[in-house]
């Protein structure tokens, strides 16, 4: 299934990061990365979609209750793609900020960027 690179940034926030519940995570990325996919962050490289579920679910674990929320529209050029958030606890002030770019392949994300920002 092909989609949009606006499409796969805001599913890559929400339906991967922002998702509490595992199965639903884990077919998420299965529908949206591609198997050789790669993730840089600020920590580290991961490759392929057992570590990007492995991270996301590590990350979400720590603060379970935070929701992404853009900031921006997602924008789209070429074949890559940002998209600009915050997070936080619902009803409060975001507690960081961050931009994604994808580089995408096929109508999937084959790499993830992530820049922590300073906020807004």
Known sequence: MSHSISTLL???????????????????IDEIFTEDCVFYQPGGVCRGR????????????????????PIAE??????GGRLQWVSSRPGEAPAYAATDFIIVQDGRIAALYLFFDKLP
């Not at 990061?17 to 639903?24: L, Q, V, W």
């Not at 990350?59 to 992404?68: E, G, L, R, S």
């Not at 997602?74 to 074949?79: I, K, Q, S, V």
């Open 50 to 69: 057992n570590e990007i579920d492995r991270v996301a679910g590590a990350i979400k674990a720590t603060h379970p209750d935070f929701q992404y929320q």
């Open 74 to 79: 997602p924008e789209e050029l070429g074949n």
């Open 10 to 28: 805001t599913r890559n926030l929400h339906d991967v990061f922002g998702e509490n519940d595992p199965e639903r995570r884990r077919a998420a």
